[in-house]
């Protein structure tokens, strides 16, 4: 699959920074704000569903990543199995398997970037992506920018989270759920298009 330059977060969104967006919107407080273990200034948002994701974007001057951008940048041009390459998960390059019982603060992890220099593409929290979802959707898909299917019931996440094994963890791998779903395992980040 090809596909065309686009810029990328680095990291998740911060609880501080979606609460400046709050704050600037009035729009709803993540489903943890006030949650100890959940609501660090540092640690990646979560209670927020893909709508709040996709406002939150929008706010920033942004949008939410495509599935198959997000992908990329999680596996580089090597097609590696994980972001760091093809070793397998340790606690040195990712907060999964619940060894933290807690997200941890966005790019505490840096054994873990992408080849593109992406932190956290992998465990920590799982993360809200733009595409609808559809099992078989990569076997007829568009061979350039790939944008999921036009219609669905479930969103697409992506990276696996804190509480995940390593399965999950792997670049390839595929969540999905309900769009108005906020759980303590989904957060998000940003992506805009190249000269945007």
């Known amino acids: 699959v090809f596909v065309e330059v686009f810029w990328i977060d680095r990291f998740e969104v911060a609880n501080?920074?979606?609460?400046?967006?709050?704050?600037?919107?009035?729009?709803?407080?993540?489903?943890?704000?006030?949650?100890?273990?959940?609501?660090?200034?540092?640690?990646?948002?979560?209670?927020?569903?893909?709508?709040?994701?996709?406002?939150?974007?929008?706010?920033?001057?942004?949008?939410?990543?495509?599935?198959?951008?997000?992908?990329?940048?999680a596996s580089g041009e090597d097609g590696r199995i994980y972001p760091w390459g093809n070793v397998a998960p340790d606690p040195?390059?990712?907060?999964?398997?619940?060894?933290?019982?807690?997200?941890?603060?966005?790019?505490?992890?840096p054994e873990g970037i992408s080849p593109f220099g992406v932190a956290?593409?992998?465990?920590?929290?799982?993360?809200?992506?733009a595409d609808w979802y559809r099992v078989d959707?990569?076997?007829?898909?568009?061979?350039?920018?790939?944008?999921?299917?036009?219609s669905g019931g479930l969103r697409v996440m992506r990276g696996g989270s804190w509480v995940n094994g390593a399965p999950a963890v792997r670049v390839h791998e595929r969540g999905r759920l309900k769009p108005k779903w906020q759980g303590n395992q989904i957060g998000f980040r940003c992506c805009k298009d190249n000269g945007a």
């Open 16 to 73: 501080k920074k979606y609460r400046q967006f709050v704050a600037a919107t009035g729009h709803n407080p993540s489903a943890f704000v006030d949650s100890v273990g959940f609501n660090g200034a540092q640690q990646p948002v979560v209670g927020v569903n893909w709508f709040d994701a996709r406002d939150f974007c929008e706010w920033a001057g942004k949008r939410l990543c495509f599935e198959a951008e997000w992908e990329r940048a």
């Open 92 to 109: 040195t390059r990712l907060n999964f398997d619940g060894h933290l019982g807690k997200p941890a603060d966005v790019g505490s992890f």
């Open 137 to 150: 959707y990569y076997n007829n898909s568009p061979g350039q920018n790939p944008r999921g299917p036009e």
């Open 120 to 129: 956290d593409l992998s465990g920590n929290v799982w993360e809200w992506v």
